[in-house]
Every structure is written in structure tokens, then in C-alpha cells.
């Protein structure tokens, strides 16, 4: 018997010869159909993570016609990069939302491996390249911002690739498989490195920000309420690989619930930070040409007379 967490702490004991994740015999009825939804961590858990991200990419999906007429009208190369990076770590993180339970099956480790590989990398890409921009001040704008933006993010994504390879295919370390009741501490000492780094450079532009650098920042409240949000995650999501590190119960709880809520609400953070806005514009841009054009036309003449 292997005893797995859910959310919500309350142990949930699966066996793998009877669980169809290990290839037993549950195929038949509700049970062999649910599988993946009530396996490893449980079903609280995993709709958690479903949810959310699966509404976002409905979301998105809804509003990809205008969203395409808002980039084509536009020719913001900056957005139009953005839009498809955002499009694909979320189709991404949807898949790894889905397949949870396939760390809990041995046979699948290494597509879990690949898969998670990717989908933080890519998750890790849009958070570098958006701090990069930021970083690049008010007039960052143009091709040139751009790459020299996907340049940054490229070097410290691959360099992050390079680490967790090693770690995960050569070193055989569980870096993407929540075996909670193991205490690996070269495992949850990457992750505390990993999470100190992120807090760090977070809390360097906290500290721009009320600095006599604040002027090279952009002057966007949303922009800083991002960078508040993410350095509490990040700052929480420290302290409980410190604690789970050690050993500590509630340290892999608290990280479950920061894993759930990096996964299910930085994506809409980052649309709702730095492409909502754009679109938002876009349409009043389109307003007040659609205004002129009819005025142009003579359609409120009437309204002189």
C-alpha cells in the first residue's frame, strides 16, 4: 500500500496493483474511466490545477479572433511573441495539469520527466523575459528590445535546462515527482537555490521600485502589483522547501498549495498584467478610427443641424 496526500492533507491509501495507473485491473465501470483524475494526489488536488487552467485556454480560445485582428492591426512584434509564447506554455501547462498521475506510475517517469521538463522551462521563459523587459525601462521598445529580451531569457532557460538534466537524467533525483514522505535534501536544496534566486531578483526590483532607480521602471501600478505577487509566492514557496526539506509535514503541504496556485494563476496574471491592456487599447484605438472615419462620412451632420 502506498499512502498518497491530497490538498487537503487527508491521507488517501491507493494500491498500485489495483490502481489502472500501474496497469491492474480497473478498466471497467467509473473507476478505470476516472483514473487520472483521482490518482497520486487526489481529486481535490488535481481540479485545483484542471480548472483554472482549462477555463484560461477557453478563454483565450474565445478571444483568439480579435485577439489575431487586435496583433495584425497593431504590429507590435513585442505582443505578437508574447501571445504566441503564452498560447504554448498554456497548452503545455493544460497537459501537465491533466497527467498528474503519471508521476505515481514508474513506467511513465520519463515522459512525466519530459513533460514537467518543458513545462516549467517554459513557464520559467515568460517570467525571465518579463522581468527582462521590465528591467530595460520606459523606452524598451521595438525588434531590438525584444531580442536582446529573448536573449536573456534564452541563456538563463537554457542554463536552468543544463541544471535540471543533469540533476533529474543524470543523477536520477526526483526533481519532478512530489514523493512526499522522502525526505532527498540534494533534491529540496536545488529547489530552496532555485527559489532564494527568484526571490532575490524579485525583491531587487521591490527594492528599485522604492529606490532612486524607481524612474527606469515603467510607471504601471499592474507592473508592480506583478512583481509584489510574485515575490510572496516565490518568498512562500521557499519556506516550504526549507521546511520539506527537513522533513516537515506541513512543508509539503504548503508547497502543494504554492505549486497549485503557480500553476493555475500565473498565466492569467501575466495576461491580465501585460497583454489585457494592450487590447484593451487596441479596441479603443479601433473606436476612434471606426469615429473618424464615419465623421469623415458626414453621419453626424445631422446631429448639427
Avoid at 4 to 19: N, T, Y
Avoid at 46 to 67: E, G, K, T, W
Avoid at 137 to 142: D, E, L, P
Avoid at 174 to 187: A, M, P, Q, S
Wanted: include cysteine; charge should be negative; hydrophobic fraction near 50%.
Amino acid at each position: 500500500m502506498t499512502n498518497l496526500r491530497i490538498l487537503s492533507g487527508v491521507p488517501l491509501s491507493i494500491s498500485p496493483e489495483a490502481s489502472p495507473a500501474y496497469g491492474g485491473g480497473g478498466g471497467g465501470g467509473g473507476s478505470g474511466f476516472f483514473w487520472w483524475l483521482l490518482d497520486c494526489h487526489g481529486a481535490l488536488f488535481n481540479l485545483a490545477l484542471i480548472i483554472p487552467s482549462a477555463a484560461f485556454v477557453v478563454y483565450l480560445a474565445s478571444q483568439a479572433r480579435r485577439s489575431y485582428a487586435k496583433l495584425t492591426y497593431g504590429r507590435s512584434y513585442i505582443m505578437i511573441a508574447y501571445y504566441a509564447l503564452l498560447w504554448t506554455v498554456c497548452a503545455l501547462n493544460l497537459l501537465w495539469c491533466l497527467f498528474q498521475a503519471l508521476q505515481c506510475n514508474p513506467a511513465k517517469e520519463f515522459s512525466w520527466n519530459i513533460l514537467s521538463l518543458f513545462t516549467k522551462s517554459g513557464m520559467l521563459f515568460l517570467e525571465i523575459s518579463l522581468v527582462a523587459f521590465l528591467l530595460q525601462g520606459n523606452g524598451a521598445t521595438g525588434s531590438d528590445t525584444l531580442a536582446r529580451t529573448f536573449v536573456i531569457s534564452g541563456i538563463v532557460v537554457a542554463a536552468d535546462i543544463l541544471v535540471k538534466v543533469i540533476y533529474v537524467f543524470g543523477f536520477g533525483v526526483t526533481l519532478f515527482i512530489d514523493d512526499h514522505g522522502k525526505t532527498d535534501r540534494v533534491k529540496w536544496g536545488l529547489w530552496i537555490s532555485y527559489e532564494l534566486l527568484l526571490s532575490a531578483l524579485y525583491g531587487f526590483i521591490l527594492f528599485m521600485h522604492h529606490s532612486k532607480w524607481r524612474e527606469r521602471l515603467p510607471a504601471r501600478p499592474a507592473f508592480y502589483n506583478y512583481i509584489c505577487a510574485m515575490f510572496l509566492l516565490n518568498v512562500i514557496s521557499l519556506f516550504a522547501c526549507v521546511l520539506a526539506g527537513n522533513g516537515a509535514g506541513f512543508g509539503f503541504w504548503l508547497y502543494d498549495l504554492t505549486t497549485v496556485c503557480y500553476h493555475s494563476l500565473y498565466l492569467p496574471l501575466l495576461y491580465v498584467t501585460f497583454l489585457a491592456d494592450f487590447f484593451q487599447e487596441e479596441d479603443l484605438r479601433l473606436e476612434n478610427v471606426y469615429y473618424s472615419e464615419m465623421k469623415d462620412a458626414g453621419f453626424f451632420d445631422a446631429d448639427w443641424d
